[in-house]
């Protein structure tokens, strides 16, 4: 799963990514963005070019069965207080096949002295 994040989202190479590591069918949760690799193979390499200073910052990787979860901070420019982000990958025969996301942005003040992370 790290494999498939740094190449598609911090080597910026999403083909590349889809090509290796998305299964024949790809499930997509997010209401925003249809299923399927090709998809995947369009959407996201222009959503990257339309955030040269997009980073990433994983914070922790979770395993159970047939699921992997990733939570990291993403920013989109050096001054974005980042948004928390959780994603839900389920992985058949070594391949991503489904994928849901939560993400939440990260406030200016909070009531509590708590990280997002």
């Known amino acids: 799963m790290l494999a498939f994040f ?3 989202f911090i ?3 999403p083909v590349t990514a889809a090509d290796r590591y998305l299964g024949s069918s790809y499930t ?7 299923d399927g690799p090709e998809v995947f193979k369009q959407i996201i390499p222009q959503w990257l070019s339309s955030v040269p200073e997009l980073t990433f910052d994983i914070k922790r990787v979770i395993t159970e069965g047939d ?3 990733l939570h990291y901070l ?3 420019s050096r001054n974005d207080r980042g948004t928390a982000i959780v994603d839900i990958f389920r992985v058949e025969g070594g391949r991503v096949v489904e994928h849901w996301d939560v993400l939440q942005p990260v406030p200016a003040e909070s009531p509590n002295s708590n990280t997002m992370f």
């Open 11 to 13: 080597k910026r190479d």
């Open 67 to 69: 699921l992997v979860v």
């Open 28 to 34: 997509q949760h997010n209401p925003g963005i249809p």
């Open 6 to 8: 740094e190449t598609a």
């Open 74 to 76: 993403m920013k989109t």
